[in-house]
Nanobody
Framework: QVQLVESGGGLVQAGGSLRLSCAASGRTFSINAMGWFRQAPGKQRELVAIITNGGATNYANSVKDRFTISRDNAKNTVYLQMNSLKPEDTAVYYC?????????????WGQGTQVTVSS
């Protein structure tokens, strides 16, 4: 129905910046909120940021003031700008999307992109 493809991950130095992108394709007309989760080795998957269809945002307190989520609805793309990166931010980052016609809460997931922050 909907496919999500992340890009922009990589290896960066502590204090550096990185921007992740997630492009949605397929039947995207019913997508509502989009967001980012992350999962570090041996840890639970955790919410990073959410953005609604109207542009309202919410962030995990661990990334608040450092990360910014945004979206381009015309391109069906969501972004995560990550600044002042810390080694603790190292994780696989997953894009997700909510379909207003489905049970949710998150109906579609990308394959993930690795972010590694070196000390």
């Amino acid at each position: 129905q909907v496919q999500l493809v992340e890009s922009g991950g990589g290896l960066v130095q502590a204090g550096g910046s990185l921007r992740l992108s997630c492009a949605a394709s397929g039947r995207t007309f019913s997508i509502n909120a989009m967001g980012w989760f992350r999962q570090a080795p041996g840890k639970q998957r955790e919410l990073v940021a959410i953005i609604t269809n109207g542009g309202a945002t919410n962030y995990a307190n661990s990334v608040k003031d450092r990360f910014t989520i945004s979206r381009d609805n015309a391109k069906n793309t969501v972004y995560l700008q990550m600044n002042s990166l810390k080694p603790e931010d190292t994780a696989v980052y997953y894009c997700c999307a909510e379909d207003q016609r489905r049970a949710g809460p998150w109906d579609y997931w990308g394959q993930g992109t690795q972010v590694t922050v070196s000390s």
